[in-house]
């Protein structure tokens, strides 16, 4: 069992900056891969960015690319979403997880869920 805690969500204006963690306990952190994803008001969770064990491949969602950054510390069994440049659309409910890489598309297929941090992104 994996235990995921996510903070850093809030409020910010468009073009402005946040950064999500996402804390763990219970089994080796580094024994998975992480990932975030995100659900909007009315619409189905979407993938949005993964990160390998080792941190040596990430993907992500196409609209997030240059924007968002993944990252992890293994050794404060932490992973991080780095959002800058945000647009309204980003609103949503962002969820951390970890499990491990589809071998087709390298996202995340998650096994464990975070309660979720609701991003809100104003005009």
């Known amino acids: 069992q994996v235990q995921l805690v996510e903070s850093g969500g809030g409020l910010v204006q468009a073009g402005g900056s946040l950064r999500l963690s996402c804390a763990a306990s219970?089994?080796?952190?580094?024994?998975?891969?992480m990932g975030w994803f995100r659900q909007a008001p009315g619409k189905e969770r979407e993938f949005v960015a993964s990160i390998s064990m080792s941190g040596g491949r990430i993907v992500y969602l196409d609209s997030v690319k240059g924007r968002f950054t993944i990252s992890r510390d293994n050794a404060k069994s932490t992973v991080y979403l780095q959002m800058n440049s945000l647009k309204p659309e980003d609103t949503a409910v962002y969820y951390c997880?970890?499990?491990?890489?589809?071998?087709?598309?390298?996202?995340?297929?998650?096994?464990?869920w975070g309660q979720g941090t609701q991003v809100t992104v104003s005009p």
């Open positions: 997880a970890a499990g491990t890489l589809n071998p087709g598309t390298y996202r995340l297929d998650a096994d464990y």
């Open positions: 219970g089994r080796t952190f580094s024994s998975y891969s």
